[in-house]
């Protein structure tokens, strides 16, 4: 009869690999957890969460002149390609733009009037941009005339709650 190789059928694993083994499992899997935890890295993640900040659990802050801290963030979907502005207007120039989908806003302010056709709106919504422009950060305000479920002059996520006035 052949002797088999290797250990024993029904053998354990010697008691300092199964620790090593053990300890490596658990670590990957915190580490999974991290990653994976929804609003964990800021992209995505429960609208109810708070937006992740170096300044501390769920403060976001805006550009300059946006005011104070906001910390909810509400998930609205838009029908087209964006473009975002440094203040609540389009006097200056863009500083990137939003992508045409779903995605999370801070706050509103009432800003310039925007028309495009017969819609028109004056809110305006703090939010990140997809693309930004010349290195600035990605902080930025889109008119809520490209919001995909509402109406002329109307800023609702999409519960149809109304999204917040920033903070002065």
């Not at 990957?28 to 429960?46: E, M, Q, R, S, T």
């Not at 207007?89 to 989908?101: F, I, K, M, N």
């Not at 779903?102 to 305006?124: I, L, M, P, S």
């Not at 509402?150 to 709650?161: H, L, S």
Request: glycine residues 18%.
């Amino acid at each position: 009869m052949a002797r088999r190789r290797g250990r024993p059928a029904g053998r354990r694993v010697s008691g300092y690999v199964g620790w090593v083994l053990a300890a490596w499992l658990v670590s990957g899997a915190v580490g999974a957890g991290i990653v994976l935890w929804p609003g964990g890295d800021g992209d995505g993640g429960d609208p109810g969460r708070a937006a992740a900040s170096p300044e501390g659990p769920g403060v976001s802050r805006g550009p300059a002149g946006s005011g104070p801290a906001t910390r909810e963030r509400y998930w609205v979907d838009t029908f087209a390609a964006a473009e975002g502005y440094r203040e609540p207007d389009t006097a200056g120039s863009p500083v990137g733009s939003l992508r045409r989908g779903t995605h999370y806003v801070f706050c509103k302010r009432r800003g310039a009037r925007v028309e495009r056709g017969d819609q028109f709106n004056h809110w305006w919504l703090l939010t990140d941009l997809d693309e930004v422009y010349g290195g600035g950060g990605p902080r930025a305000w889109v008119s809520a005339l490209y919001l995909a479920h509402w109406g002329d002059d109307e800023a609702k996520d999409n519960d149809g709650r109304d999204i917040p006035v920033c903070p002065s």
